[in-house]
C-alpha cells in the first residue's frame, strides 16, 4: 500500500494568485496522478506527472494553468495559478501501484478562490 | 461526453433499506472498479470485476460486471448509515498511461 499526504489541507485564496498544492509518498512508485473534484462532482483528470519529464494533460486542462514538477518518485507538486473562482474544487493526488492493480488517494487539498 | 454513467445520482434512503447503483458505458472494458469516498477523504478501493458476469461479494455489498463488460452494478442490502458517501465506478484506459477514469458518481445518504 501507498500512504499519502497533501499540503495544505485547505486554504482559502483571492482571485489572480497561485496555489502550489504538494503531494509526498512513503514509497516510491511510478504512475502519479492529479484530480480535480468540483462541488458535489466525481474526480476529473487533471494529468500525470511524469518524473524527469513534463507532465501530460487531458483535454481541457494546459501547463500554463496547472504547472506540475515531479522531481522525484516520491514527491510532486501541482500549482493551480492566476486562479478564479470556478477554480473552487478539491485537487487529489493519486498513485497507482501498477503489481497489484491498487490505486490510492491522498485527502485531498479543497481550494476556494474568493 | 461522460465515458462511464451512473445512476441514480443521488440516494436517500432510510437505514435497512436496499438500494442498486448502475454503472454503464457503450464501451468495453477488461476491468472495472469500484471506489466509496468519504467527505474530507479520497476514494477508497472497494473491488476489482474482470470477467464478463462475475459477481462478486463484500459484506453486504454486492457487485456483478455485465456480461458483454460494458456495466457493472453495485447492490447494498440492509443499508447502514456508515454507507453513506460517494460510489464511484472507475475503468483504467490500457495504453501506457495506465490512467483511471471515473464515473459520474451517485451519492448516498443512508438516514437512521
Known amino acids: 500500500s501507498a500512504v499519502i499526504s497533501q499540503k495544505p489541507s485547505r486554504d482559502i485564496c483571492q482571485r489572480g494568485t497561485s496555489l502550489t498544492i504538494q503531494c509526498q509518498v512513503d514509497?516510491?512508485?511510478?504512475?502519479m496522478f492529479w484530480y480535480r473534484q468540483q462541488p458535489g462532482q466525481s474526480l476529473t483528470l487533471i494529468a500525470t506527472?511524469?518524473?524527469?519529464?513534463?507532465?501530460?494533460?487531458e483535454s481541457g486542462f494546459v501547463i500554463d494553468k496547472f504547472p506540475i514538477s515531479r522531481p522525484n518518485l516520491t514527491f510532486s507538486t501541482l500549482t493551480v495559478s492566476n486562479m478564479s473562482p470556478e477554480d473552487s474544487s478539491i485537487y487529489l493526488c493519486?498513485?497507482?501501484?501498477?503489481?497489484?492493480?491498487?490505486?490510492?488517494f491522498g485527502p485531498g487539498t479543497r481550494l476556494t478562490v474568493t | 461526453t461522460q465515458l462511464l454513467e451512473q445512476s441514480p445520482q443521488f440516494l436517500s434512503i432510510q437505514e435497512g433499506e436496499n438500494l442498486t447503483v448502475y454503472c454503464n458505458s457503450s464501451?468495453?472494458?477488461?476491468?472495472l472498479q469500484w471506489y466509496r469516498q468519504e467527505p474530507g477523504e479520497g476514494p477508497v478501493l472497494l473491488v476489482t470485476?474482470?470477467?464478463?458476469?462475475e459477481v462478486k461479494k463484500l459484506k453486504r455489498l454486492t457487485f456483478q460486471f455485465g456480461d458483454a463488460r460494458k456495466d457493472s452494478s453495485l447492490h447494498i442490502t440492509a443499508a447502514q448509515p456508515g454507507d453513506t458517501g460517494l460510489y464511484l465506478c472507475?475503468?483504467?484506459?490500457?495504453?501506457?498511461?495506465?490512467?483511471?477514469?471515473f464515473g459520474s458518481g451517485t451519492r448516498l445518504l443512508v438516514r437512521p
Open positions: 464501451s468495453v472494458f477488461s476491468s
Open positions: 472507475a475503468v483504467r484506459v490500457r495504453d501506457s498511461s495506465y490512467k483511471l477514469i
Open positions: 493519486s498513485v497507482f501501484s501498477g503489481t497489484a492493480e491498487e490505486q490510492y
Open positions: 470485476v474482470v470477467t464478463g458476469g
Open positions: 514509497s516510491q512508485v511510478t504512475m
Open positions: 506527472a511524469n518524473q524527469g519529464s513534463e507532465a501530460t494533460y
